[in-house]
């Protein structure tokens, strides 16, 4: 069903370069994130998506899913605005306009809870929601990593470590007098978004196994510590966030923890493709035109250099997938303008011929509707409806 044939017949009538979603591979994530869930609810990672249709799509699907992750402050009030309801911002922000239209919003009655690890932030926050006259809900990110000698294993996020510090920022929040904690988050990123059985590495894999086999146990006492201590002081937390696709089938058996979050695991880039205990569906492509070919055994698209973020690496490159046998140039990659691709596994004659798509995956999710303004959604070989992405909106928070 997913040969080059099936996706370009598909598209024929559409002016490429275009994005796509296959949306029969996105349901079926969407019920294997579930699957991992086990029996908690899924928060979709907005962020992993950028598209307000797919993610109305995927909470309607099924009751479990409950509630957006947002990476910004804006971002959920655009959501709101759309009739999204039960946002988690995920990022903290000290811009006092942001702030200001999420009071608006709260005010207005949408739910939107804002995240703080420090001091800083609660000071922030109280300062414009006093002169609004809202109480604004928040959510403490505490930090996953795991901290060794020479190595921290996770990522650099909150500075909240210890049940002491978490209990410092609740204090300044029931201090403030217009504030209240409702909500934990821990992200257990090193364990939810690092492949750990990458082709060619396999003392690396063996090392990351090793490490996120001592992490879980560690990570999740710190989550559930906190959260214990937090209750005991009073806090009304009504929410205990954790995971992402990478982590959800050891997230699930934190007790501590209310709600699971995921959202690259329904467009499967190609960074999620290696991980021992998941596979997804490739659903999210994009198409790019053969616009000449610049001698036998290879052909070059116009545009194409959609590198992921993150650290620079060649596994954060688009990967041509389809027609199969294509590969970049190693000295040119993916090109801001131009993408010459190798056909070495083709026969000159089945390289697609100029103006014929090529079929790209990106190396992470929602990053590739920054370069697009719609997303056509695919279902039984048609295109079943075209979803306009953030870009589309005019949408750009960060
Ligand atoms: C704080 C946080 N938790 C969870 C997730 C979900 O991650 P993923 O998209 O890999 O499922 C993200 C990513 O958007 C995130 O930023």
């Not at 009538?13 to 079926?28: C, G, H, I, N, S």
């Not at 699957?35 to 979709?44: E, M, S, T, V």
């Not at 909470?59 to 990476?71: A, E, V, Y």
Request: hydrophobic share 40%.
């Amino acid at each position: 069903m997913t040969t080059y044939q099936y996706y370009r017949q598909a598209i024929a009538d559409e002016t490429l370069p275009v994005a796509l979603v296959d949306m029969d591979m996105f349901d079926a994530n969407l019920k294997a994130l579930l699957a991992q869930a086990g029996d908690k609810p899924l928060r979709i990672a907005a962020k992993s998506v950028r598209c307000p249709a797919l993610l109305r799509h995927a909470l309607d699907s099924d009751p479990r899913c409950q509630g957006l992750m947002c990476f910004h402050a804006r971002e959920a009030c655009a959501l709101a605005e759309q009739g999204f309801d039960d946002l988690l911002v995920a990022y903290p922000t000290v811009q006092a306009a942001d702030i200001r239209a999420v009071c608006a919003a709260v005010r207005d009655g949408h739910r939107i809870l804002l995240m703080v690890d420090c001091a800083a932030h609660v000071e922030a926050l109280a300062r414009v929601a006093r002169d609004e006259q809202v109480t604004l809900p928040l959510c403490l990110d505490v930090d996953m990593s795991w901290h060794l000698p020479g190595l921290n294993f996770g990522v650099y996020r909150s500075p909240v470590r210890e049940v002491e510090q978490a209990l410092v920022v609740y204090r300044a929040i029931e201090a403030s007098g217009c504030l209240r904690l409702e909500g934990v988050m821990g992200y257990e990123a090193q364990i939810a978004g690092v492949g750990d059985a990458v082709p060619g590495q396999g003392l690396k894999n063996r090392v990351v196994r090793w490490l996120k086999r001592g992490a879980i146990p560690r990570l999740q006492q710190r989550r559930a510590a906190v959260v214990q201590a937090l209750r005991d002081a009073g806090a009304p937390l009504v929410l205990v966030n954790g995971g992402g696709t990478g982590s959800l089938d050891s997230t699930r058996h934190d007790p501590s923890v209310t709600e699971v979050t995921a959202g690259s695991g329904l467009f499967a880039p190609t960074l999620f493709d290696h991980y021992v205990r998941y596979r997804y569906a490739p659903a999210a492509m994009f198409a790019l035109e053969v616009a000449r070919q610049p001698d036998a055994g290879r052909v070059t698209c116009l545009g194409g250099g959609y590198i992921a973020s993150g650290s620079a690496s060649p596994p954060k490159a688009p990967l041509p997938v389809l027609p199969p046998g294509l590969s970049l140039e190693p000295n040119e990659g993916a090109g801001e303008v131009q993408t010459p691709l190798r056909g070495h596994a083709l026969r000159d004659q089945d390289l697609p011929g100029i103006g014929e798509p090529v079929f790209f995956r990106h190396a992470k999710a929602g990053e590739l509707c920054e370069r697009f303004n719609t997303l056509l959604l695919i279902r039984d070989g048609q295109i079943e409806a075209r979803g306009p992405t953030y870009r589309g909106l005019g949408w750009q928070f960060i």
